[in-house]
């Protein structure tokens, strides 16, 4: 996933959505929204203050090591 190989580039929920499904945007965003939480509270230590998966607002969420 190309999220985690290019770290702190801001990728778009439309496209962590197509490069995770592989198809255009057929079912809600909010999916990915969801994933990400998922994420958070496995590999942060506290999901609330995110450390590694950070949101930017009104563009997307990037990976930071």
Do not use: C
Not at 34 to 56: C, F, G, M
């Amino acid at each position: 996933m190309n999220f985690v190989i290019r770290p702190n580039v801001v990728f778009s929920k439309e496209e962590l959505y197509e490069q995770i499904w592989g198809q255009d945007m057929y079912g809600e965003l909010k999916t990915v929204t969801v994933h990400i939480n998922r994420l958070r509270e496995k590999i942060e230590h506290d999901p609330s203050a995110p450390r590694y998966i950070q949101t930017v607002w009104g563009v997307g969420y990037k990976f930071t090591p």
